[in-house]
């Protein structure tokens, strides 16, 4: 009766996606699961992320995208942008981590990288956005891609952070975005 229930209990729970690294960026549905690697990057949880912020000497920069403000909004609308919630001391870089981006989304993607290691493309730095977000691991991508050799990539974001209820703070999104 045991083994039969065992068995009814796992044919009824799907099996867990195993995702692989694709070879480019991930260009569409940003939101699903994610590999467990980044070929020449260092994959983090959020235990040790923290353990990493608490010892300082560690970058943290935020891909979280941010939310455009709607185009047809009525005259006398007030915009709002939600706050963001982020890992103490986070640079907040958004919409650096799509598949595609602009020259300028680039640029200013290199420019928060500098900012964030003072030029040092040898200092670690750590790359999150929420849990199970492509955005996070291409933007890992493209840094390792661009010569940084200390990037660490936490895929399970702050959601993951939050889970552990680690602290947080709003951070506004780095001017030039």
């Not at 020449?40 to 912020?53: I, Q, R, S």
């Not at 909004?73 to 103490?88: A, H, Q, V």
Request: charged share 20%.
């Amino acid at each position: 009766m045991r083994a039969a229930w065992l068995a009814l209990v796992l044919l009824a729970t799907p099996a867990l996606a195993q995702v692989s690294e694709p070879e480019g960026y991930r260009m569409d549905h940003y939101r699903g699961p994610v590999p467990e690697a980044l070929e020449g990057g260092t994959v983090l949880g959020p235990e040790d992320a923290h353990a990493l912020w608490e010892a300082g000497g560690m970058a943290f920069i935020d891909v979280l995208p941010r939310a455009p403000k709607p185009e047809n909004l009525p005259e006398g609308t007030i915009w709002r942008e939600k706050p963001r919630e982020s890992i103490p001391g986070a640079i907040w870089l958004p919409n650096v981590g799509y598949g595609a981006i602009a020259e300028e989304t680039a640029a200013y993607f290199r420019a928060g990288l500098e900012k964030a290691t003072a030029g040092d493309k040898a200092h670690p730095v750590t790359i999150f956005c929420l849990d199970e977000c492509w955005m996070s691991w291409n933007a890992a991508k493209r840094a390792l891609e661009w010569g940084y050799s200390n990037v660490y990539w936490l895929p399970g974001g702050t959601d993951g952070w939050v889970f552990y209820d680690f602290p947080t703070e709003v951070v506004e999104a780095e001017a030039g975005g």
